[in-house]
């Protein structure tokens, strides 16, 4: 994909503004199975913003003693990235919510 752009850019073919200045981040959150629906509303109150959009959520109920751990992508512009911090940070403050993990957008190759 990245040398089909690369061309489009040589063409003189530009991407729009509003998605070339995204940024996807990951969020994980763990957390005991029988809060998952609380945690889960909490976390869409608590990310939900004008531009800052919640882009998928997967739920993975392989942890150990009835945890469970929800990956959140998170499209964010560059602008708006202190607040989306905040606003994660405020997260942790919920009780139900055991663990939280920040990571970048992980971007596999298959060769």
């Given amino acids: 994909m990245r040398l089909f ?4 850019r040589r063409a003189g073919v530009q991407q729009p503004s509003a998605l070339a200045s995204r940024g996807s ?4 959150v763990v957390c005991p199975r029988e809060h998952l629906a609380d945690v889960r509303r909490h976390v869409y109150r608590e ?3 004008d531009d800052i959009q919640i882009a ?4 993975d109920y392989g942890q150990p003693a009835g945890m469970v751990r929800a990956s959140i992508m998170i499209d964010c512009p560059p602008k708006h ?3 989306l911090m905040r ?3 405020r997260l942790q ?5 055991r663990e939280i993990h920040w990571g ?3 971007r596999y190759a298959l060769n």
């Fill in 81 to 83: 990235r202190a607040e």
């Fill in 47 to 49: 990310l939900h913003a």
């Fill in 56 to 59: 998928q959520l997967s739920i």
């Fill in 87 to 89: 606003r994660a940070r």
């Fill in 93 to 97: 403050a919920h009780p139900g919510i």
């Fill in 5 to 8: 752009h690369l061309f489009l």
């Fill in 104 to 106: 970048a957008e992980r």
């Fill in 25 to 28: 981040s990951r969020l994980t």
